[in-house]
């Protein structure tokens, strides 16, 4: 998919999306479970990945579907075991990824000890934009995120309140699989999830970003 970029577009091809669980604390507390004592993430398949204007499917295999806001970090260079103190320069921008999770399905791979592959996995789960800002236009230390449905306020959030902050997240992740240019760093979602349904309208935003919309439709 193609995304604004500084005054032209680029290409965003990730070879993965490594998603991060419970990385806030007040999430962490609504989904009933303890904060990791290490970063804990999952991957999405980039070809779960849709554009500013797209259409979330709601699969017939699921009756709930929930929404995640979280700030997406968008890596520049080829990074292997990189330390915190110089994993921001690895990076290449910032933007905003909506997780969406089939609830219901993940509930049951949890209850199984199965991966969350597909809870997580269903294309258009992983609308992304509405751009790519440069690194140096964004603190990702202290980043405010939103989201609303159909208008309405259901999460907001600062990056200054994760658990692992980014420098952390890309120095833990890089020590355990080579992080490729493009791949992408979802960094866990603030409390407030919750259903979506055939119909709503999804606005996640950032005063650093701007908003990224889209619309979400059943299946059949």
Not at 43 to 70: C, H
């Amino acid at each position: 998919m193609k995304i604004p970029f500084r005054d032209k577009e680029v290409e965003i091809f990730p070879t993965k999306i490594v998603a991060l669980v419970k990385n806030y604390k007040a999430h962490a507390q609504e989904m009933g479970g303890e904060v990791p004592a290490e970063p804990s993430f999952f991957l999405k398949p980039p070809s779960s990945l849709l554009p500013l204007g797209g259409t979330v499917i709601l699969p017939a295999t699921s009756q709930r579907v929930d929404y995640e806001v979280e700030l997406a970090v968008v890596m520049g260079k080829r990074a292997r075991k990189v330390s915190r103190e110089e994993a921001l320069d690895f990076v290449l921008g910032y933007s905003l990824l909506l997780d969406v999770t089939a609830r219901d399905l993940q509930a049951r791979a949890m209850k199984e000890k199965l991966p969350w592959t597909i809870s997580k996995g269903f294309d258009t789960f992983a609308p992304f934009g509405p751009c790519l800002v440069p690194k140096e236009e964004i603190d990702p230390l202290n980043c405010e995120i939103w989201l609303k449905v159909n208008g309405e306020l259901k999460q907001r959030g600062n990056t200054s309140d994760l658990v692992f902050s980014v420098p952390e997240l890309i120095s833990y992740i890089s020590g355990i699989m080579t992080l490729e240019p493009m791949d992408i760093i979802a960094t866990g979602t603030p409390s407030g999830v919750g259903p979506l349904k055939d119909g709503d309208v999804v606005e996640a935003g950032s005063p650093s970003i701007g908003v990224l919309k889209v619309k979400v439709k059943r299946e059949g």
